[in-house]
T-cell receptor, first 113, second 114 residues
């Protein structure tokens, strides 16, 4: 069965510092990978996705993620965070053969001024 | 593109009352999902529709929950009777295409059952 692990429930970071949010998945077959962001009192919105091809994927708001098949990881990075990046970030996995997305538990990004 | 529209944004009701949540997916999208989000359980898939047909309702917690999609532009999630443990944020999401397509979420309905 597929699963998604986001190891950190919260990540505090100072404004303008770099950040990495970790996501690991388990699957015996090829997967599609997504990062979503949820701002307070809003729905989730797509940050970026990996379907195939280049392992480095760029998304909105200066975020990027790297797919690492050998490590089964899809970590999200931003070189310099802003107070407006305060949100919860969800990693998700889907298969070609299944309509369901498997969700991680989410990581709250806390920006310290 | 107006996005996925959910109503109401907030609903406060008393235990035992019927609650109806509404969703208008993005025009042209062929799949619709209802999710529930709580602190304890995170995001839970309740039901999935494809081309207006319910494909998987195994996530619906009890018979008190029902969902319909009478046409491609409207879906409802009904809870009757409601209980305090149903308090959560309910999200509707839609997508076009296959399983490699992203979901588009509404802003949710925050339900409080007292």
């Amino acid at each position: 069965a597929q699963s998604v692990t986001q190891l950190d429930s919260q990540v505090p970071v100072f404004e303008e510092a770099p950040v990495e949010l970790r996501c690991n998945y388990s699957s015996s077959v090829s997967v599609y990978l997504f990062w979503y962001v949820q701002y307070p009192n809003q729905g989730l919105q797509l940050l970026l996705k990996y379907l195939s091809g280049s392992t480095l994927v760029k998304g909105i708001n200066g975020f990027e993620a790297e797919f690492n098949k050998s490590q089964t990881s899809f970590h999200l990075r931003k070189p310099s965070v802003h107070i407006s990046d305060t949100a919860e970030y969800f990693c998700a996995v889907s298969l070609d053969s299944n309509y369901q997305l498997i969700w991680g538990a989410g990581t709250k990004l806390i920006i310290k001024p | 593109d107006a996005g996925v529209i959910q109503s109401p944004r907030h609903e406060v009701t008393e235990m035992g009352q019927e609650v109806t949540l509404r969703c208008k997916p993005i025009s042209g999208h062929n799949s619709l999902f209802w999710y529930r989000q709580t602190m304890m359980r995170g995001l839970e898939l309740l039901i999935y529709f494809n081309n207006n047909v319910p494909i998987d309702d195994s996530g619906m917690p009890e018979d008190r929950f029902s969902a319909k999609m009478p046409n491609a532009s409207f879906s409802t999630l009904k809870i009757q009777p409601s209980e305090p443990r149903d308090s959560a944020v309910y999200f509707c999401a839609s997508r076009w295409g296959g399983n490699n397509s992203p979901l588009h979420f509404g802003n949710g309905t925050r339900l409080t059952v007292t």
